[in-house]
C-alpha cells in the first residue's frame, strides 16, 4: 500500500517533495505522540509511520537513479564533452546503504545515552520530532528538484 501511495503522490508534488512530505509528516507524528502519549493516537500514527518511514527510505535511492539519468542526459547532448566521472550508479547507492547503516549506529548509542541522561523513554519521539524536522528543513535547503 505504500509504494501505491507513493506513486500517485509523486506525480503531484515530484521527489523532493514527496520527501519533504516524509520528513514533516514524520516529525509532526513523533511530536505529536511524545506530547499527547495516548494509546490511541499511537496507534493511529504508527500507520502514518510505515508510509512516512518507507518514504524516507526508498526516495533518496530514486533520487539518485534520478540525478544520474539528468547526467546522462547532459553526456548526450550535441556538444557535451567526454565523461569525466567515473562513479556510477551502483557506487552512489553503496555509499548512502553505508551513510544510512552508520546513522542508524550512531542513532542507537546516542539515544541510549539520552533515556539513560533522561530517565525516560519519552525523550526517543521527542529527539526524533526534532530530528526528523531538521532534516525537512535540510530537503528544502539542499535537495536539489529533478523533473
Same mark, same amino acid.
Given at each position: 500500500m505504500g509504494s501505491d501511495f507513493q506513486k500517485v503522490l509523486v506525480s503531484y508534488i515530484g521527489l523532493k517533495g514527496l520527501y519533504f512530505m516524509g520528513y514533516l509528516l514524520f516529525g509532526l507524528g513523533t511530536g505529536f505522540i511524545g506530547l499527547f502519549p495516548n494509546v490511541y493516537s499511537t496507534l493511529v500514527?504508527? %500507520?502514518?509511520?510505515?508510509v512516512m518511514s518507507s518514504t524516507l527510505y526508498t526516495v533518496p535511492f530514486n533520487l539518485i537513479v534520478e540525478y544520474h539519468r539528468e547526467e546522462e542526459k547532459e553526456m548526450q547532448a550535441p556538444g557535451a564533452g567526454p565523461d569525466?566521472?567515473?562513479?556510477?550508479?551502483?557506487?552512489?547507492? #553503496? #555509499?548512502?546503504?553505508?551513510? *544510512?547503516?552508520? %546513522?542508524?549506529?550512531? *542513532?542507537?548509542?546516542?539515544?541510549?545515552?539520552l533515556v539513560n541522561t533522561a530517565g525516560s523513554v519519552i525523550v526517543v519521539v521527542i529527539t526524533a520530532s526534532a530530528v526528523a524536522l531538521i532534516g525537512c528543513c535540510f530537503v528544502a535547503l539542499f535537495v536539489r528538484y529533478v523533473d
Open positions: 500514527l504508527c %500507520a502514518l509511520f510505515g569525466s566521472n567515473g562513479r556510477g550508479k551502483g557506487v552512489d547507492c #553503496a #555509499a548512502l546503504t553505508c551513510m *544510512v547503516q552508520l %546513522a542508524q549506529i550512531l *542513532v542507537g548509542g546516542s539515544l541510549g545515552f
